[in-house]
């Protein structure tokens, strides 16, 4: 398992470009909620000009639940969601920048970032997803047919780079390290997997045409 600031390091060089408008968005984020284009701009740099999300790991925001993109902003801006490029970026955005940037990329057309690196492990991953295992509960039974997502509370991980999905499962992993997970959580569920059933999972996911 790789360290989380070897990720940080890596997708703070492939967003060179974003992170060094950093400081530049603090005051870009002092004007009107009218200027969410503006704000989606600066977002683009690492998200993709629509929101599709890039295979390094930075996340696909476009269709995705408006209100788990704005939940999932405040998180990071109370420093309850850890991210050491996403928390400075996060803290200066208003309640009604993060709304209004939340409905902008829920709005945007799906598209898939990049295929899947692994497609060995594809079948695998979406018997894991479909079916889940003696360890675990399918993915779709919380995520929603297709993984599409159901409401604010479970995400869409359908076309998410595999990356993101690696990333995010490990992090989980840590967390339940660190606290007993509460039963049902996505902590108690990472908890279970093993890595050969992360890479499966990440690999189908990733897959294009799976959102
Ligand atoms: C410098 C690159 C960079 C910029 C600029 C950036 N992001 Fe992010 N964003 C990331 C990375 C990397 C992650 C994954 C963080 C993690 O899960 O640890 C992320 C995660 C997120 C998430 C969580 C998505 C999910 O499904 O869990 C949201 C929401 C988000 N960003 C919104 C935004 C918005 C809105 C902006 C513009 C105001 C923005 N980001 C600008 C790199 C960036
Ligand atoms: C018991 C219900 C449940 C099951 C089963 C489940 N998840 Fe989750 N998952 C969640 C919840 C709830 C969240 C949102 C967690 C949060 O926001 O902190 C989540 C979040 C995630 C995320 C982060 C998405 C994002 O955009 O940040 C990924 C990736 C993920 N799940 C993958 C999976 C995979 C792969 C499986 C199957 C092996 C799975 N989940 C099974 C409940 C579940």
Do not use: W
Request: some cysteine; charged content about 15%.
């Amino acid at each position: 398992m790789k360290p989380a600031s070897s990720n940080i390091a890596r997708i703070t060089a492939i967003c060179i470009a974003g992170a060094s408008l950093i400081p530049a968005s603090r005051m870009i984020y002092a004007q009107s909620a009218a200027s969410v284009r503006t704000d989606a701009k600066l977002c683009g740099t690492c998200h993709g000009t629509r929101g599709e999300g890039t295979p390094a790991g930075v996340p696909r925001l476009a269709g995705q639940n408006a209100d788990y993109l704005a939940h999932a902003l405040s998180l990071f801006k109370a420093g309850t969601r850890k991210s050491a490029i996403m928390q400075p970026i996060a803290a200066g955005l208003s309640e009604a920048q993060m709304s209004a940037l939340a409905v902008h990329f829920s709005q945007q057309e799906v598209r898939v970032a990049g295929a899947t690196s692994s497609p060995l492990l594809v079948p695998a991953g979406k018997q894991l997803a479909e079916a889940g295992a003696t360890n675990l509960a399918p993915c779709f039974s919380c995520h929603g047919a297709k993984g599409q997502g159901t409401g604010a509370r479970f995400p869409g991980i359908a076309g998410q780079p595999a990356q993101f999905v690696i990333d995010r499962i490990h992090e989980f992993q840590t967390r339940a390290r660190n606290a007993v997970p509460k039963p049902g959580t996505m902590t108690a569920v990472a908890a279970m997997m093993s890595e050969s059933q992360i890479q499966a999972a990440a690999a189908y996911l990733s897959q294009p045409g799976g959102a």
